[in-house]
């Protein structure tokens, strides 16, 4: 491992790379990282959300969001390699649009370190498309999956995706009664393709139909239909770095007696020259609620790091116009220090803010609900901070967050649900990981959040105070996984919580080479002790699933991913070297 990173860094020009990861390992290394960067490689971490790194995942049938450091889901921005996936309408992504099988890694920037704009308070999650295989099969109790990669290569790839969830499933209920859960059927089916041959780019299509059932016990059988577009494209002109990125989104919600449509349009364009910065968001929105709107935020932004002898500075200062707003003016400053060969230290304290999205300030007024076209913006104060240490067969991170948001948007009722600059959140949090490897016979994962989330002096609905995930991998066949997330509130102002619950997830694999193919073969069971389970109340997750999965790679697939964060800023494409 010593010194495979010692040939990587000896090709490594650009400045603020920080992650290296050899994917014919399964294992990955920082060596620089600024910034309060975590990468989380799923095949060492495992499918399941919970307990990694300030990570909230909140789930429901066919709904799921992900948030980062107690913040709400439309304080955080969510892409796919890049490709922003935020439905500007609503504010946050539904990361259930996704085939599960389709992503591989999460890379996650917490705070608003070099972040500024809408969606980047609690930080930004970008996630990692599997690449590689030629052919995967996922065969389980409660779930179908497929993928085929005809074309996979470090310069081009194009894999096809579909998943189905085909039988609904029984679950009991707070009051230990049997009840039928309805409308959880769904199938799903996604198109990737990406390239780095001269302009590079990428392509997400996704559909999905699906059941929209309402609370728990619920009759209605409503449905969706969704497709989604995204696509990125990257071009480095001169001594300029262009980016132009985008998606629309269209829901269909059919009900018993009424049929919403819903279309979002964005697209984001940006420049950087140097230590400057500039950009142009355009969000639509036509929707059968809200009827056609669109608003704009274009930005300005210096950028600049100072390598001294003992320490490395970063700073930034943002001044974003939106339409129907003043100038908004947010900076970072973020302190990096390196000791010795092994350990790190660095602090990040920033300041940043989340526009309203369209449902908040226009949504129509009906018997329940109405938009409050007078909202301001949120805006934020964090500080993070953190130690790593690298060594040959240990990675060690520990980091602290604290983030005050103030004119933090709320749906109150007051008869109406209506949303209201009134609110403060503050949440502040310890995290943790720890990766350990002996001779490939035997490694250990552990990872956790310590968080404590305050909205107006209350708990936080929905967010545990402790949450850990520990993976190990024996005689690399055998892989064995436990998380934990502890109880959490479910309703504002009560003192009812949602119990905490232990998940362990098992699965036995074996490496099978034949001439220039390799046969991945997987068996294994999630939610052993078959746990009841709410992430959001009222709706319940499967129990009990076996699951058979077969994978076949041409050739020893050993591409080496340098990822960096300046890009993701920019939405700018990953740097592949070979």
């Known amino acids: 491992m010593k010194l495979l ?3 990587i860094l000896s090709q490594i020009y650009w400045q603020d790379t920080i992650v290296v990861q050899a994917d014919y390992t399964k294992r990955f290394t920082s060596f620089t990282f600024p910034y309060n960067f975590h990468y989380i490689n799923l095949d060492i971490a495992g499918p399941d959300l919970n307990g990694l790194p300030g990570i909230v995942p909140l789930l429901g049938a066919n ?12 304080e955080n921005t969510i892409l796919l390699n890049g490709i922003p996936l935020t439905d500007p309408q609503s504010g946050y992504t ?9 992503i591989s890694g999460i890379e996650l920037i917490h705070s ?22 030629m052919l995967g099969i996922r065969l389980g109790k409660y779930r179908r999956s497929f993928f085929l990669s005809p074309l996979s290569t470090p310069k081009i790839n194009f894999s096809f995706y579909y998943e189905a969830f085909p039988d609904s499933f029984s679950y009991q209920n707070e009051f230990n009664k049997e009840v039928y859960y309805r409308n959880t059927k769904y199938t799903k089916k996604a198109l990737y393709w990406r390239s780095s041959i001269m302009i590079p780019f990428s392509f997400i299509f996704l559909v999905r139909e699906s059941g929209a059932p309402g609370p728990e016990g619920s009759t209605l059988t409503a449905s969706k239909e969704e497709k989604l577009y995204g696509f990125r494209i990257t071009k480095e002109i001169g001594k300029i770095l262009f980016s132009l990125s985008g998606n629309e989104h269209f829901l269909k919600y059919i009900g018993t007696d009424n049929i919403d449509t819903h279309r979002t349009r964005a697209i984001y364009t940006h420049l950087k020259y140097s230590w400057v910065y500039c950009g142009l968001n355009l969000d639509e929105v036509v929707s059968t609620k809200i009827e056609k709107r669109w608003k704009y935020d274009a930005y300005f932004k210096l950028e600049k790091t100072i390598n001294l002898r003992y320490l490395d500075l970063n700073a930034h200062l943002r001044l974003d116009h939106f339409q129907n707003f003043n100038m908004v003016p947010t900076w970072s400053l973020s302190l990096y220090r390196k000791f010795g060969r092994n350990m790190f230290f660095f602090v990040n304290f920033s300041s940043n803010f989340r526009s309203p999205t369209f449902n908040e300030l226009y949504w129509p007024e009906d018997r329940f609900a109405a938009g409050n076209s007078e ?3 949120e805006y934020s104060k964090n500080i993070d901070a953190g130690l790593r240490m690298l060594l040959p067969n240990i990675f060690i991170t520990l980091s602290l967050y604290h983030k005050n948001i103030k004119n933090k948007i709320l749906w109150t009722s007051d008869g109406k649900w209506i949303p209201k600059n009134f609110s403060r959140l503050k949440t502040a949090g310890i995290e943790w990981e720890i990766s350990w490897e002996t001779q490939r ?10 968080l404590r989330a305050y909205e107006n002096d209350k708990p936080f609905i929905y967010r545990p105070n402790i ?16 998380s934990y997330v502890g109880e959490r509130p479910a309703r504002l102002n009560s003192p009812k919580k949602l119990p905490a619950f232990y998940l362990i997830n098992m699965k036995v694999e074996k490496n099978i080479t034949f001439k220039k193919y390799i046969f991945l073969i997987k068996f294994g069971i999630e939610n052993i002790l078959d746990c009841n389970y709410e992430i959001i109340r009222g709706y319940p997750q499967p129990g009990r699933e076996f699951f058979l999965n077969l994978n076949i790679k041409r050739g ?10 300046t890009n993701i800023i920019l939405d700018l494409a990953f740097l592949y070297k070979e």
């Open 467 to 482: 949450s850990y995930l520990i993976s190990s991998k024996i005689l690399n066949l055998v892989k064995l996984q436990v």
């Open 94 to 102: 539904d990361i259930t649009l996704l085939p599960r099988d389709m």
């Open 112 to 133: 608003g370190s070099v972040f500024s704009g809408s969606n980047g308070i609690g930080g930004i999650v970008n996630l990692l498309p599997s690449e590689g295989g």
């Open 441 to 450: 016979w035997f490694s250990i994962y552990f990872s956790g959040n310590l």
């Open 375 to 377: 909202l301001k913006p």
């Open 5 to 7: 990173v010692i040939l």
């Open 556 to 565: 020893y697939y050993e591409t080496l991913y340098i990822h960096n964060p």
């Open 63 to 74: 709904y799921g969001t992900i948030t980062l450091g107690g913040t709400t889901p439309e």
